[in-house]
């Protein structure tokens, strides 16, 4: 059985986007807690919302920090290993699609 395509757009009515915001934000907790157990990594996730002033983080502010402080002591190679900015994504991805499309 296969969902409908969400139609992605700003929610007017107040609680329903926050009832959203809720739902989604669960969601994306369970995901993170879920990776963290099955592939045995640490994850950390900081969340922002309009109607709270401090951020929500997973699983701790202290853990986050922590996570956050040893990733700054990797050398700047290793941090930026795996990494990829928008445009750089996109351009990859263009130059994959026009190979496959010359095939």
């Known amino acids: ?13 107040n609680s329903a ?3 959203t915001f809720k739902k989604r934000k669960k969601g ?3 995901k993170a807690s879920e990776l963290s157990a099955l592939c045995g990594t640490e994850a950390s996730v900081i969340i922002y919302s309009l109607s709270n002033t401090q951020p929500e983080v997973w ?6 920090q922590q996570m956050l402080s ?7 190679m290793d941090q930026s290993m795996g990494m990829m900015s928008q445009e750089s994504f996109l351009r990859e991805r263009i130059t994959k699609d026009n190979i496959q499309l010359k095939r």
């Open 59 to 64: 699983p701790s502010p202290a853990g986050a």
């Open 70 to 76: 040893e990733f700054k002591k990797m050398p700047k």
């Open 17 to 19: 986007r926050k009832a």
């Open 28 to 30: 994306l907790l369970k």
């Open 1 to 13: 059985m296969t969902r409908k395509k969400v139609k992605l757009s700003y929610i007017t009515k």
